[in-house]
């Protein structure tokens, strides 16, 4: 009994979504119960920043399918509001509609990773060695900028250390497109978030937390990637937007 349960739960779940889950399981459970391979499925399919040396173009799509061994609190929460969100918009859209959403929201949230990265990377690095050495970043700085002006190795080889050192991992800027996705085409749909018994509509629920992940963005203080979640809300709703203009938002082709 409890077998067939779990098989009609199985064959209930769309194949696309249904298959981005087992592939993220599956990945989750290697890293978990093989640390050493962790650490080489981290440096090879993390995205790294585009300077980097260990940068591979085919990260901006292979990140989305890793996240950290030692918080399965991750992996599960991005998986089931997969399940919960995705598995609705992909009967409403079609796999293959659904399929290039998903990857596009991934691709941008890892775009939009880069560019701060690229933006921010430098003024991290000196204010992390400044505080190691006990000196204003401003007098760290015109250090740095003397060293890397006169081609100093050991300065040119931590700064490459730092850049490989920075890795986004998660499916979580995917995740987050599809959650802006369902609020589109379900913009007055309730929902409820853990411990509060209060409905929210699923569009003001959306702009909440694309408030909120702006401003820890801005914050920096922790090592969640909340500009790369934005990155994944900004090119789904880029789609949404156009779908919603041809009239095609709750069904039909995009051809």
Known sequence: MFRNRLSGFAASIPPVTKNLIIINFIIWLVEALFPRASAMIIGHLGLHYFTASDFNPVQIV???FVHAPGSPFHVFFN?????MFGSLLERI????RYFIFYFVCGIGAAIVQETVWALTYMGEYTEAIAAMNGMTVGHMRDIIDRALAAGDHDFL???ADFKNSMVTIGASG???GVIL???FVFPDRPLYLFFIPVPIK???MMIGYGVIEFFL?????????HFAHLGGMLFGLAILLYWKKKGILRGGSFY
Not at 93 to 96: I, Q, R
Not at 217 to 225: E, I, R, S, W
């Open 202 to 204: 699923a569009k003001y």
């Open 93 to 96: 859209w079609g796999s293959k």
């Open 79 to 83: 998986m089931f509001t997969l399940w």
């Open 217 to 225: 963005g801005v914050g920096g203080n922790d090592m969640v990637a």
């Open 181 to 183: 996705g369902f609020a």
């Open 174 to 176: 995917a995740v987050f």
């Open 62 to 64: 292979t990140y989305m």
């Open 157 to 159: 080889a931590a700064i």
